[in-house]
């Protein structure tokens, strides 16, 4: 029996930065893999989560950030794949791209035109299924600037932004033509620095991509 293959193109909450120590939470912490194990031998998970990564903007600190420039490799690698989760946005934030909440939106747009338009041209025979996912909320610490990514984010700015994604994302999925996922409405970043997952959040959220996950495949059986 052939797997679904699904893959999950994200940043840092999707890498399972672990923000006690800056290091990476291990398989069964992770969403990614708490979904794999959820959604059982059937499906194929594959993690292609990178820390600071962005929808579409250049970084000059840190290299190969922009995920519409990564995007089309990464589906080649891994091609062919029957779903593709895009979970980016939050590193978007950050003060010294200045970018708000409408042109964030628009880049994720620009990654699900990129997926169809790499496999229109490429592999046109198969077309993964997309589920596009609004980043979770900024929390209060870093808002406040008791967290240590508060200045890199610009504090207020950035609790705010976050706050206005998700209507904006859903509306692009509705346009798009792709599956919608709130993750704030479903999974809350931790208290450590107001801004990663920590386990009941990773917890959280692969059950609730489990649920839209299988809500996805049973309408195109």
Not at 90 to 95: S, V
Not at 122 to 141: F, T, Y
Not at 155 to 163: D, F, P, T, V, W
Request: hydrophobic share 40%.
């Amino acid at each position: 029996m052939k797997k679904k293959s699904i893959l999950c193109y994200g940043d840092s909450n999707t890498f399972g930065y672990r923000p006690t120590d800056s290091r990476r939470y291990p398989w069964g912490v992770r969403w990614t893999s708490l979904l794999a194990e959820r959604l059982g031998e059937e499906f194929q998970v594959i993690e292609a989560g990178l820390n600071s990564r962005t929808t579409v903007i250049d970084d000059d600190i840190e290299k190969d950030r922009n995920g519409w420039k990564t995007i089309d490799l990464v589906l080649e690698m891994n091609w062919p794949l029957d779903l593709v989760i895009v979970m980016l946005g939050t590193n978007d934030m950050k003060a010294r791209y200045r970018a708000e909440a409408a042109e964030i939106a628009e880049g994720a747009r620009t990654l699900v035109k990129e997926i169809r338009r790499l496999h229109r041209e490429v592999h046109p025979d198969w077309m993964p299924r997309i589920l596009l996912v609004s980043p979770l909320l900024i929390g209060e610490k870093l808002r406040d600037g008791l967290s240590g990514f508060s200045e890199s984010f610009g504090g207020e700015r950035a609790y705010r932004i976050s706050r206005e994604l998700a209507p904006l994302y859903r509306k692009v999925a509705e346009e798009e033509q792709c599956w919608f996922l709130d993750a704030a409405c479903t999974a809350s970043v931790g208290c450590v620095d107001a801004l990663h997952l920590e386990e009941e959040g990773h917890r959280a959220l692969a059950a609730a991509m489990e649920q839209k996950v299988r809500e996805i495949f049973r309408s195109v059986q």
